[in-house]
């Protein structure tokens, strides 16, 4: 019976980290921040200049095309969240960002300098009301969004 039991738990032992393991990485592949198939098409439409980007809006979308040619893909997004911002409102300038850093991983590490620069922007929008500006802060990129509007 002794035997039984150690072996009951060896078996336990040896296969239970292989099906943690296992599920653990199919959870990790289904997560919203995980690439879609077509990635490298997608990457290529947010970069041709033509406004089909991803994550853009009508209203973005008109704002992109006016962009000048040959700029990185960073820079078009700024130049498109900051129209966003001047035609309505940090907060859809902010939605932008947020589905931008989602749908097109590879902008993620500039997601604070543009939530930064988002901030300063808001506060020049306001005529340097700094609370109303900061009243459209949220945790997008880390908070960087509020540090923009203070600093």
Request: charged content about 20%; some cysteine.
């Amino acid at each position: 019976m002794k035997q039984l039991v150690r072996r009951i738990g060896q078996t336990v032992a040896l296969t239970l980290p292989v099906v943690l393991v296992t599920t653990g990485t199919l959870a990790v592949t289904r997560v919203p921040w995980a690439p879609p198939t077509g990635l490298d098409q997608q990457v290529v439409a947010a970069s041709s200049g033509d406004g089909a980007g991803i994550g853009r809006s009508s209203n973005a979308t008109a704002a992109s095309a006016k962009a000048p040619d040959g700029l990185a893909p960073q820079e078009s997004l700024r130049v498109v969240l900051l129209d966003e911002l001047r035609a309505k409102n940090p907060s859809a300038a902010l939605d932008l960002l947020e589905r931008s850093m989602r749908e097109q991983p590879s902008l993620t590490p500039y997601c604070s300098s543009l939530a930064t620069e988002l901030g300063k922007a808001a506060v020049r929008k306001y005529q340097g009301d700094v609370q109303r500006a900061r009243s459209f802060a949220r945790p997008v990129c880390d908070g960087a969004f509020a540090a923009g509007v203070v600093g």
